[in-house]
């Protein structure tokens, strides 16, 4: 069945209070919930409460027992005919935690018991109005056995606790912030905390804990500074204070997402909380700060102001996406965050755009909620914030964030409410901008510069379309807010940028005091995320890429010079390769720039995003093409490569700016001098995998090799594997450089590792780490065999049956098969029907499947 945002209807029952009572066993945990119900306006329509595979052993109405005529189950949900304007419900109900593999609900991950709940798991706990609207205050008894779960901890504040005969204890805890119930969490089980404390901005003294399992304690420092970080900028920037006495964060190891922004309790899956050198990247050390500041940000965007219902979810999310990513940029570089945001936006977010589960930032309909959690609720949202943000200017901006907090704080509020907080705070009309919410797909801009010698002005003609996605054959024209800066190629620069909104199918706009044709720098900054197509040529790329002063701009230039060459390669013709190679050079060698600048400058577009420019794609050209403009730019620069990675080798391990962004330029010098082909390649990227005290720099090497077929690929995997063995996060890594390796045998290496003893489809890291990334290997995924779509379907359809919600996530990269030739179409086709065939298939796949093939 289909659900629809028009079909909204305000709830029944509020449910002002609840009282829940749980006792603890991996095998069956007792639910004892006490619902205070009141009527929502005059209607005799019965309660109705959520549940999910729950048998109400007893159910009590104002403190007698109904007899089973007097309530019926509907679908799973239990309805029970009240009389008067208020009552309270009882329900008793029997879970078994340590069966539950979907993980949603109450389940056990390496000896703990914990919680998820969003989007719909608390119907898996216990019966419950479970919508986002419906917002009560939680008291929550637990109790366990001592020994096994010496640590009971729950949302809000706790108050009260004591033990029990039979070695078993209780705990009490309160949370006076009325909250919806996808918020609610626990966690019980034998956890060290790492401690530590925040004063807020008017002086409340808050309780910081980071509770992980004994051994873990030494790897959650930067988590910790994190927070406190998180904590602090907040108020700082958005006048945003915390409001508990504590704040408790737990990883587990088992989990679907990301993690999880239940009030005061956050829920985390343990890679965005564990670092150290020796098993974490930088990658994953940001992976780490940006992810809890995301979730501690939750507690105003998404806690104190939640969603009115699951069609809002980018209110929460796209915002707290935004507000995450400002977060990264002020504690490290703003041009290299802009950089890695906008590389992922285009990757996910484009993609799926411009496929057949494209979907507006505010869906209409959808059948299982959980398949919305994607790239266009999450990236594109926070570029629609972004956009208005820009538009209104920094106090604007704050003066509408401010307004949006006070106006609907203990709310559940709108996509709609938001805007018009922007509207009223920064006194701007966004009724064109509102479309950003509706349509779905990218805008495509054509920019055409041309140049009036006799008049001295330049004209600027833009030109916008939307393509049609599933159900939105006719679009109207966006309001796209474009940077533009006009260069002067005489002196190298230019004579201030400015913000152009284009409004119209059609649009030009005029230039004075051009003398000489000007060079066009557009989307500076990416302020709108939109496909830009220009008129402009290699030089003018050249150029830019050189003299740039917006960084995003520079970097942008660089890679659509390299894209141009590849692009024309495949297609046949005659490529100025020397002029890529020369624009490397010059950024490589240019001392101003930051060298974490450099290192994005100078990597060529992934193959992805190669296929993406190509009308088909063509992994086995792309490929290619990638691959000998990969060795020409590394045999043409062997001696700087060579002096990069000597001169980048640091003496000592170090989080600072600077020794970050050596490491990654280490890399990338790595990974040119061995795609040159140079005979002592791959010793020196053994020599660097062997000698790292990090991650970030024995990963490279790994994966550096892992894409040939050396002696020293074989060594470096045994070792990695045999050092790291025991540690689950780190010997992910170990699946996944393997699944995006581009080795001749990728897919039979697969295969084997599949059916490797430490993979398991019971842990969503490992089949992200092995299958996931497998589906991201553009050449392997899709040799032409056919091989690499029947291995993503099988472990669909076998996921399918422990975890649908991961196994949905896996589905999106077979539907991508209208942008292949039409052999490998009808393969991805077989595919999918092959998966929809599947009997009792999940209500997830057979969503994303079924659109799919729409
Ligand atoms: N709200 C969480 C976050 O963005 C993600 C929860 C996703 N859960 C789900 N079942 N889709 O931080
Ligand atoms: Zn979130």
């Given at each position: 069945?289909?659900?629809?945002?028009?079909?909204?209807?305000?709830?029944d029952?509020l449910?002002?209070?609840?009282?829940?009572?749980?006792?603890?066993?991996?095998?069956?945990?007792?639910v004892?919930?006490?619902?205070?119900?009141v009527?929502?306006?005059?209607?005799?329509?019965?309660l109705?409460?959520?549940g999910?595979?729950?048998?109400?052993?007893?159910?009590?109405?104002?403190?007698?027992?109904?007899?089973?005529?007097?309530?019926?189950?509907?679908?799973?949900?239990?309805?029970?005919?009240?009389?008067?304007?208020a009552?309270?419900?009882?329900?008793?109900?029997?879970?078994?935690?340590?069966?539950?593999?979907?993980?949603?609900?109450l389940?056990?991950?390496?000896?703990?018991?914990?919680t998820q709940?969003?989007?719909?798991?608390?119907?898996?706990?216990t019966?419950?109005p479970?919508?986002?609207?419906?917002?009560?205050?939680?008291?929550?008894r637990?109790?366990?056995?001592?020994g096994?779960y010496?640590?009971l901890?729950?949302?809000?504040?706790?108050?009260?606790?004591g033990?029990?005969?039979?070695?078993?204890?209780?705990?009490?805890?309160t949370?006076?912030?009325?909250k919806?119930?996808?918020?609610?969490?626990?966690?019980?089980?034998d956890?060290?905390c790492?401690?530590?404390r925040?004063?807020?901005?008017s002086?409340?003294?808050v309780?910081?804990?980071?509770w992980?399992?004994e051994?873990?304690?030494p790897?959650?420092?930067?988590?910790?500074?994190?927070?406190?970080?998180?904590?602090?900028?907040?108020?700082?920037?958005?006048?945003?204070?915390?409001d508990?006495?504590?704040f408790n964060?737990?990883a587990?190891?088992?989990?679907n997402?990301?993690?999880?922004?239940?009030?005061?309790l956050?829920?985390f899956?343990?890679?965005?909380?564990?670092?150290?050198?020796?098993?974490?990247?930088?990658l994953?050390?940001?992976?780490v700060?940006?992810?809890v500041?995301?979730?501690?940000?939750?507690?105003?965007?998404g806690n104190?102001?939640?969603?009115?219902?699951w069609?809002?979810?980018s209110?929460?999310?796209?915002?707290?996406?935004?507000?995450?990513?400002?977060?990264?940029?002020?504690?490290?570089?703003?041009?290299?965050?802009?950089?890695?945001?906008?590389r992922?936006?285009?990757?996910?977010?484009?993609?799926?755009?411009a496929g057949?589960?494209?979907?507006?930032v505010?869906?209409?309909?959808?059948m299982?909620?959980?398949?919305?959690?994607?790239?266009?609720?999450y990236?594109?949202?926070?570029?629609?914030?972004?956009?208005?943000?820009?538009?209104l200017?920094?106090e604007?901006f704050r003066?509408?964030?401010?307004?949006?907090?006070?106006?609907?704080?203990?709310?559940?509020?709108?996509?709609?409410?938001?805007?018009?907080?922007?509207?009223?705070?920064?006194?701007?009309?966004?009724?064109?901008?509102?479309?950003?919410?509706?349509q779905?797909?990218?805008?495509h801009v054509?920019?055409?510069?041309?140049?009036?010698?006799a008049?001295?002005?330049?004209?600027?003609?833009?030109?916008q379309?939307?393509?049609?996605t599933?159900?939105?054959?006719?679009?109207?024209?966006?309001?796209?807010?474009l940077?533009v800066?006009?260069?002067d190629?005489?002196?190298g620069g230019?004579?201030?940028?400015?913000?152009l909104?284009?409004?119209?199918?059609?649009?030009?706009?005029?230039?004075?005091?051009?003398?000489a044709?000007?060079?066009?720098?557009?989307?500076?900054?990416?302020?709108?995320?939109?496909?830009?197509?220009t008129?402009?040529?290699?030089?003018?790329?050249?150029?830019?890429?050189?003299?740039?002063d917006d960084?995003?701009?520079?970097?942008?230039?660089?890679?659509?010079?390299?894209?141009?060459?590849?692009i024309g390669?495949?297609?046949?013709?005659?490529?100025?390769?020397?002029?890529?190679?020369?624009a490397?050079r010059?950024?490589?060698?240019?001392?101003?720039?930051?060298?974490?600048?450099?290192a994005?400058?100078i990597?060529?577009?992934s193959?992805?995003?190669?296929?993406?420019?190509?009308?088909v794609?063509?992994?086995?050209?792309?490929h290619?093409?990638?691959?000998?403009?990969?060795?020409?730019?590394?045999?043409?620069?062997?001696?700087?490569w060579?002096?990069?990675?000597?001169?980048?080798?640091?003496?000592?391990?170090?989080?600072?700016?600077?020794?970050?962004?050596?490491?990654?330029?280490?890399?990338i010098?790595?990974?040119?001098?061995?795609?040159?082909?140079v005979?002592?390649?791959?010793?020196?990227?053994?020599?660097?995998?062997h000698e790292?005290?990090?991650?970030?720099?024995?990963?490279?090497?790994?994966?550096?090799?892992?894409?040939?077929?050396?002696?020293?690929?074989?060594?470096?995997l045994d070792?990695?594997?045999?050092?790291?063995?025991?540690?689950?996060?780190?010997?992910d890594?170990?699946?996944?450089?393997?699944?995006f390796?581009?080795h001749?045998d990728?897919?039979?290496?697969?295969?084997?590792?599949?059916?490797?003893?430490?993979?398991?489809?019971?842990?969503?890291n490992?089949?992200?780490?092995?299958i996931?990334?497998?589906?991201?290997?553009?050449?392997?995924?899709?040799?032409?065999?056919?091989?690499?779509?029947?291995?993503?379907?099988?472990?669909?359809?076998?996921?399918?049956?422990i975890?649908?919600?991961?196994?949905?996530?896996?589905?999106?990269?077979?539907?991508?098969?209208?942008?292949?030739?039409?052999?490998?179409a009808?393969?991805?086709?077989?595919?999918?029907?092959?998966?929809l065939?599947?009997?009792?298939?999940?209500?997830?796949?057979?969503e994303?499947?079924g659109?799919?093939?729409?």
């Amino acid at each position: 069945s289909i659900i629809r945002r028009s079909d909204y209807r305000p709830p029944d029952w509020l449910v002002p209070g609840i009282e829940l009572d749980f006792d603890l066993t991996a095998a069956v945990t007792r639910v004892h919930a006490t619902l205070s119900v009141v009527r929502n306006g005059e209607h005799d329509r019965p309660l109705r409460l959520d549940g999910d595979g729950l048998f109400p052993l007893e159910v009590k109405v104002d403190g007698r027992v109904l007899d089973p005529e007097e309530w019926m189950l509907d679908g799973g949900a239990l309805v029970v005919p009240l009389t008067g304007p208020a009552h309270a419900v009882e329900t008793r109900v029997e879970i078994a935690p340590e069966k539950n593999s979907q993980l949603m609900g109450l389940y056990a991950s390496g000896g703990l018991l914990c919680t998820q709940c969003e989007a719909e798991g608390f119907r898996r706990i216990t019966f419950f109005p479970d919508r986002p609207d419906v917002l009560s205050r939680y008291t929550v008894r637990m109790e366990a056995d001592k020994g096994r779960y010496p640590v009971l901890l729950a949302n809000g504040d706790p108050v009260e606790r004591g033990d029990l005969p039979g070695g078993r204890h209780w705990a009490r805890w309160t949370d006076p912030f009325p909250k919806p119930c996808y918020l609610f969490a626990l966690v019980a089980g034998d956890l060290a905390c790492n401690a530590d404390r925040f004063v807020t901005m008017s002086g409340r003294e808050v309780a910081l804990g980071i509770w992980v399992k004994e051994a873990d304690l030494p790897r959650t420092a930067h988590a910790m500074k994190a927070l406190k970080d998180s904590m602090a900028w907040d108020e700082r920037v958005y006048g945003r204070e915390y409001d508990l006495d504590v704040f408790n964060i737990v990883a587990v190891s088992d989990f679907n997402f990301g993690a999880m922004e239940n009030k005061g309790l956050n829920i985390f899956n343990s890679r965005y909380i564990l670092a150290d050198p020796e098993t974490a990247t930088d990658l994953d050390y940001d992976g780490v700060e940006g992810v809890v500041a995301h979730e501690y940000f939750h507690n105003w965007s998404g806690n104190r102001i939640t969603c009115r219902d699951w069609f809002q979810l980018s209110l929460k999310e796209g915002f707290t996406v935004f507000r995450d990513q400002s977060f990264s940029a002020d504690m490290g570089s703003h041009a290299v965050k802009r950089i890695e945001d906008v590389r992922i936006l285009r990757a996910a977010q484009f993609q799926e755009d411009a496929g057949p589960l494209a979907h507006p930032v505010r869906p209409e309909s959808y059948m299982e909620i959980s398949n919305f959690y994607t790239a266009t609720i999450y990236n594109k949202g926070a570029e629609l914030i972004r956009m208005m943000a820009l538009m209104l200017g920094p106090e604007r901006f704050r003066a509408s964030t401010d307004l949006y907090f006070e106006r609907h704080d203990g709310e559940a509020a709108t996509c709609e409410d938001f805007v018009r907080a922007m509207e009223d705070g920064g006194q701007i009309d966004l009724m064109q901008f509102r479309l950003w919410y509706e349509q779905a797909g990218t805008p495509h801009v054509r920019a055409l510069l041309s140049h009036d010698a006799a008049n001295g002005t330049a004209e600027l003609r833009l030109e916008q379309t939307m393509p049609t996605t599933p159900g939105q054959p006719d679009k109207k024209p966006m309001a796209i807010p474009l940077r533009v800066a006009l260069f002067d190629p005489a002196t190298g620069g230019h004579k201030g940028d400015q913000l152009l909104m284009l409004t119209e199918a059609a649009q030009s706009f005029r230039f004075e005091g051009f003398a000489a044709p000007p060079i066009l720098s557009i989307n500076r900054g990416f302020s709108a995320p939109v496909i830009v197509e220009t008129n402009r040529s290699q030089a003018d790329l050249a150029f830019l890429s050189a003299h740039d002063d917006d960084p995003f701009a520079r970097y942008e230039a660089m890679q659509q010079l390299m894209v141009n060459g590849l692009i024309g390669r495949i297609g046949g013709q005659a490529v100025d390769e020397e002029a890529i190679v020369a624009a490397i050079r010059g950024t490589a060698t240019d001392p101003q720039l930051d060298p974490a600048f450099v290192a994005e400058a100078i990597r060529l577009p992934s193959e992805a995003y190669l296929g993406d420019q190509m009308p088909v794609v063509d992994p086995d050209a792309i490929h290619a093409a990638r691959e000998s403009l990969q060795q020409r730019i590394g045999a043409a620069l062997e001696p700087l490569w060579r002096d990069i990675h000597a001169g980048t080798k640091a003496n000592g391990f170090s989080l600072s700016p600077a020794a970050k962004g050596a490491r990654k330029l280490r890399n990338i010098a790595l990974h040119y001098l061995v795609a040159a082909g140079v005979e002592d390649g791959p010793a020196i990227a053994f020599a660097q995998f062997h000698e790292a005290d990090n991650m970030t720099e024995r990963q490279a090497a790994l994966a550096t090799l892992a894409n040939g077929t050396s002696d020293e690929r074989e060594a470096a995997l045994d070792i990695f594997y045999n050092r790291y063995r025991d540690d689950a996060l780190t010997l992910d890594k170990w699946f996944q450089t393997q699944a995006f390796a581009c080795h001749p045998d990728t897919v039979e290496l697969i295969g084997e590792l599949r059916r490797h003893k430490d993979f398991t489809l019971t842990n969503p890291n490992r089949v992200r780490a092995l299958i996931g990334a497998f589906a991201g290997n553009q050449w392997a995924f899709h040799h032409e065999s056919g091989k690499g779509y029947r291995l993503v379907a099988d472990a669909i359809i076998a996921l399918d049956k422990i975890n649908p919600q991961t196994a949905a996530r896996l589905v999106p990269p077979l539907g991508r098969w209208r942008r292949f030739d039409e052999g490998r179409a009808a393969m991805m086709r077989a595919a999918l029907e092959r998966i929809l065939a599947e009997p009792g298939l999940s209500r997830d796949v057979t969503e994303q499947a079924g659109k799919s093939l729409e």
